[in-house]
């Protein structure tokens, strides 16, 4: 639904996901509501350009939905008391009065809920809280539209089939719940930024899916510190995007022009941060870690201790162990580094990063050797493409015994 | 909604002491708080039989329906108002200590069963009804008008008569969510316990007077592949010192 016609391309993307969760909640049944909400943007194209856009478009939208879903149940044979059940007398469009800010509140957990498979609530975000077309969602994630269809009809029919509560997690699973929602926030960023480096231009930009999340989130949830934490992270992350790739190819953090970094998306995120003050949450450490990169005038003026502190205030996994030895070089050199490194050998061995950081950390230390050895594994582990020949650049540069070719 | 929970242990764990009192207290809990409708654990010392249609005749043999790491051990058939409630329910279970519980929900059109008294003279076996279920969609209830005709498993079920304590088809392991718990907290993943190529797809609790009657039940069945497993003396839960009661 990317290509609305232009008065209601604004409105679409305000007012779909409200509008979904409305009927959701008014007449209990996820695809019915998906179907309603989508046949009430298609008369909207055909309507409001040439008759002018009503005073109140979601009012208008709802009103124009509920219809559909009364006509379609009438047309199942649902009797008419059952849809008296469902409120379907007459109605003046406004929507039902609830106890929450926004009906999207309860779309995000019940999407987000841990007894559906993270694929599942990854595309159910996407299409009902989002607007995402089932060809859009399945192109996202390289897969057919009837894989993707399958996908969200089975999510749907466990939601109702094994009775998934629509609702705001009570205050005892709030917190647990919020991580959840967090995850696949975070997993959508992550799937659009990786994939932001080149080769799938036709993909629909889900990292700006993602922050348009974290901030509706936000909105709802300002006092939750891991809520701001993700959003700065975010926004901290996506503020290089300009300078990350140049014609499609990587170009490493140390080496890109600063100058292109979104200044506005900084400052947002640092003041997102600026009023947290409890113990940091995992999102919020690792959008310190952002804001150290990105606020450094240069890549040598990096805080490097500050960086591996916060580093140590992660869960000591081995990814983010090998991020804290890439701090450590640069404060106490590349040995130190490496030995630290080493010890992961047995965790990281498949992960092409590993073997990049054993790279950059032996040329450092003068093993060319090495480091061309470690180079090869990384080329034949990366997985795009984009990876694959900055790796190659290097390893080229080592050959030619350039020195610190990898800096 | 009911919910049917299949305990399954890792034979391997390490049971800790007092474990009894643990399962007294969520049993007791359990049933004070109105969620608990039956639940009875497996006898694991005695191996189960396993009641297989071929194309040549009904198979009697030893053995699981399934080959699976953690072995079924019990089953608890309870009333939640959703998910998160009989995520709850299952979460506190002493269970999740060594193993781990699938959540089922029961397929539409089952009545609550009606209490019963244990008999001294019967053996309870829990039959498992097992067979491929990759591809079953969720089961909807039929509506008005549906319910009232008579299905093939109504003869096995008047035959069983009184031999039969309560059962029911469960909706596809598609429906399935398992808990378990990883460091101390409770996880929940989607899906059962095991990916095995025959799931469980229904139970009946049978009270009869030996193995021999439980086959010749379970031959009468129909169905393809049936788990017949002994159970135990189920836990009772603790009557409170006689002031609570109304």
Redesign the interface.
């Known amino acids: 639904m990317s290509h609305l016609a232009d008065p209601v391309a604004p409105v679409f993307a305000e007012e779909w996901g409200r509008l979904v969760a409305g009927l959701i909640a008014w007449c209990g049944d996820w695809e019915l509501a998906e179907e309603a909400a989508q046949e009430a943007f298609a008369r909207a194209v055909e309507r409001w350009p040439r008759g002018g856009v009503p005073d109140s478009p979601a009012g208008w939208l709802t009103t124009v939905a509920r219809n559909v879903v009364r006509d379609r149940l009438r047309r199942r044979g649902v009797e008419t008391a059952k849809l008296a059940l469902i409120g379907a007398g007459p109605d003046d469009g406004t929507e039902a009065p609830t106890g929450f800010p926004d009906e999207r509140l309860r779309l995000i957990f019940t999407c987000a ?5 993270m694929p ?1 609530r990854v595309a159910l975000t996407l299409r009902t809280l989002c607007g995402l077309s089932i060809a859009e969602i399945a192109r996202a994630f390289l897969v057919t539209e009837s894989t993707m269809d399958k996908r969200l009809v ?1 999510a749907r ?2 939601i ?6 629509y609702r705001v ?1 009570p205050p005892e ?1 709030l917190a ?1 719940r919020i991580d959840g929602v967090l995850a696949v926030i975070y997993l959508l960023f992550n799937e659009g930024y990786s994939a932001s480096s080149g080769e799938e231009l036709l993909r629909v930009d889900l990292s700006a899916e993602a922050i348009r999340l974290a901030r509706l989130l936000h909105r709802m949830l300002p006092e939750e510190a891991e809520v701001s934490g993700l959003l700065a992270l975010l926004l901290l992350t996506d503020a290089r995007r300009a300078a990350r790739t140049d014609g499609g190819e990587i170009v490493p953090l140390a080496e890109q022009d600063r100058s292109l970094w979104g200044r506005a998306e900084i400052d947002e995120g640092e003041a997102l941060l600026a009023p947290l003050t409890g113990t940091p949450g995992p999102y919020e450490v690792q959008a310190r870690i952002a804001v150290e990169h990105d606020t450094a005038a240069t890549a040598s003026e990096t805080d490097w201790a500050t960086i591996a502190a916060l580093y140590e205030l992660l869960p000591a996994t081995p990814v983010v162990e090998l991020n804290r030895a890439v701090a450590i070089a640069e404060i106490h050199g590349p040995e130190i580094a490496l030995r630290l490194v080493d010890e992961l050998s047995g965790d990281l061995d498949a992960y092409h990063l590993f073997h990049a950081t054993r790279a950059d950390l032996a040329a450092r230390g003068g093993d060319e050797v090495a480091a061309a050895r470690s180079l090869d594994r990384a080329i034949a582990l990366a997985p795009t493409g984009p990876e694959r020949r900055l790796l190659a650049r290097r390893r080229a540069a080592l050959a030619d015994g350039v020195d610190g070719a990898s800096r | 909604m009911k919910y049917f929970l299949t305990h399954v242990i890792d034979p391997d764990a390490d049971w800790p002491e007092g474990l009894e009192d643990q399962l007294r207290g969520w049993v007791t809990e359990m049933d004070h708080r109105g969620v608990l409708i039956d639940g009875v654990p497996l006898r694991l010392d005695v191996p189960p039989t396993c009641v297989r249609r071929t194309q040549t005749g009904v198979v009697v043999a030893d053995g699981p329906y399934a080959e699976t790491k953690e072995q079924v051990a019990g089953f608890d058939l309870i009333e939640a108002d959703d998910l998160d409630e009989a995520i709850a329910v299952a979460g506190a279970h002493p269970t999740l200590i060594g193993g781990a519980i699938e959540i089922r929900p029961v397929a539409p059109g089952m009545a609550t069963p009606e209490p019963y008294e244990p008999r001294a003279d019967r053996e309870q076996y829990l039959m498992l009804v097992c067979w491929d279920q990759s591809g079953d969609a969720e089961i909807r209830d039929e509506g008005p008008g549906g319910a009232d005709e008579r299905r093939p498993i109504d003869d096995w079920i008047d035959h069983a008569a009184e031999r039969r304590l309560h059962g029911s088809q469960l909706q596809p392991p598609a429906l399935a969510t398992t808990v378990r718990r990883v460091d101390g907290t409770v996880t929940v993943t989607d899906g059962p316990f095991a990916e095995t190529k025959e799931q469980i797809g229904g139970y009946d609790l049978l009270e009869v007077t030996g193995l021999d009657e439980a086959v010749e039940i379970a031959r009468d069945h129909g169905s393809g592949l049936i788990d017949l497993r002994l159970c135990s003396v189920g836990i009772q839960p603790e009557v409170a010192g006689g002031s609570t009661t109304a």
């Open positions: 809920h841990p007894a559906l498979p599942a089975r029919a466990k109702r089939g094994a009775r998934i509560p997690p699973l647990e």
